[in-house]
């Protein structure tokens, strides 16, 4: 792949970038979306019949367990080489900034310690009462663990259906959004609201915007380059052509 004259130049300047990524970056990796992935046990349940807080308060055992096995199906997964050309661009860019809406903590085994987790991640327990989180907790099979705090009960630290961002993470991201050189769109459909207006904040303040992804989305057509394929093939390359 050619990359423009322009964007390497670009990056080559660059000192502060935003990129954000979404499911085709952990669909690389093998991992399957939410939907596609109900198997087995599973196949019964709709995801947006699990991830909810109705859904917990109903029957928190079942949705306790989901996750138990959803925590298992992303340790068979590994980072891809996007998420380690990412995590390299981290190393080059003075500030570097990702957000992410995937939970399954990949980026963070890629190398991106510090990143704006949207969604939360899967990886994350806390207490459902009192926000603190855990580390460990008691493998009892006939009920969900209990907090040490509080007594409450644990569920993961992510962002449930009819639940509202993190705040503090989504203030950061848009921040970031409205001050960065550059914004890169990656592997998201551009569709789900607020990740998808991030990059057209981006653009309104004069970034240039930097789309990859497998297919064509509402951003395409604002996007200053849109590099149409795979976040895998596509990163590592550009990280060599403008830093190698
Ligand atoms: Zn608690």
């Not at 860019?93 to 899967?122: C, K, S, W, Y």
């Not at 394929?229 to 990280?239: N, Q």
């Amino acid at each position: 792949m050619n990359f423009a004259p322009e964007l390497i130049s670009l990056l080559r300047g660059i000192s502060k970038l935003v990129a954000l990524t979404g499911a085709g970056v952990s669909q690389e990796s093998g991992l399957r979306t939410f939907r596609d992935a109900q198997t087995g046990l599973w196949a019964q349940y709709k995801p947006e019949e699990l991830a909810s807080p109705e859904a917990f308060r109903r029957d928190p055992k079942l949705v306790w367990d989901w996750y138990a096995w959803r925590r298992e199906a992303v340790k068979g997964v590994r980072p891809n080489p996007g998420h380690y050309a990412l995590a390299e661009m981290a190393k080059r860019v003075p500030e570097f900034i990702l957000i992410t809406q995937n939970v399954d903590g990949l980026h963070h085994m890629a190398g991106n310690q510090r990143l704006i987790e949207l969604h939360g991640n899967i990886q994350r327990v806390r207490c459902a009462e009192c926000y603190t989180f855990t580390e460990t907790w008691g493998d009892d099979t006939k009920s969900v663990p209990q907090c040490s705090v509080c007594g409450g009960i644990l569920r993961p630290d992510v962002v449930w259906f009819g639940e509202s961002l993190p705040r503090d993470q989504l203030e950061a991201a848009v921040e970031a959004a409205r001050t960065c050189e550059v914004f890169f769109s990656i592997g998201t459909s551009g569709v789900v609201q607020p990740a998808a207006s991030l990059a057209f904040a981006a653009h309104s303040r004069g970034a240039v915007v930097v789309e990859i992804n497998a297919e064509p989305t509402p951003l395409t057509p604002e996007a200053n380059f849109a590099l149409q394929g795979k976040s895998g093939e596509i990163l590592p390359r550009l990280v060599e052509a403008v830093w190698g």
